[in-house]
């Protein structure tokens, strides 16, 4: 809890009441490696921060699984049209090692919303997650294959250290054997 309250407190410092209305709505739970944590097709009832491990966001494009990003260590992670839509996903968000999360319901986020410090949180957070998914597609998708995967070095190293390789591949838009000739360029 030490982690999902300092990240929190680093975008919006949090009273007392508001803090422990934070660690009474949200409540660990433990992901094995593979496991599911958000399935296609199904509404996203939870936000998740990811206390330790890692999740990969996927789709099924043609029967193939798309790696649309691979999330690490004190990050949040939820299907957002489907949790703030309470309609189906259509993405996949599965554990990639044994994972520990802090999970929120969407019933009890409305609730947590009602503390003005923890609403205040919400839209920083929201704002700059915005802000750089968008950045982050503009010029992701400007890169090639190879400065794709000098940008995940340099500025998502775990991604690097701790994701399959075919995952990594996936996000980039390329083979596994062609992400291995780019890392090997880069040795």
Known sequence: MTELLSFINSLQKLDNETELAV???????RFKKNEFIIKE????TNVYFIQSGVVRRFCLEDGMEVTK???T????????????EQRPSFEIFQACEDTIVYSLSYADEQILLEYPLFS???????RMYLSKINEFHHNF???SAHEKYIFLLKSFPEIIKRAKLKHIASL???S???????RTSII
């Open 176 to 182: 596994p054997e062609t992400l291995s000739r780019i």
């Open 69 to 71: 990003w691979i999330y």
């Open 73 to 84: 260590d004190h990050q949040f992670i939820t299907s957002l049209s489907s949790f703030f």
């Open 141 to 143: 998708r400007l890169m």
């Open 41 to 44: 097709g199904l509404i996203c």
């Open 120 to 126: 205040k949180f919400h839209v920083k957070q929201l």
């Open 23 to 29: 660690r009474s709505y949200f409540v660990e739970k």
């Open 172 to 174: 980039i838009g390329v």
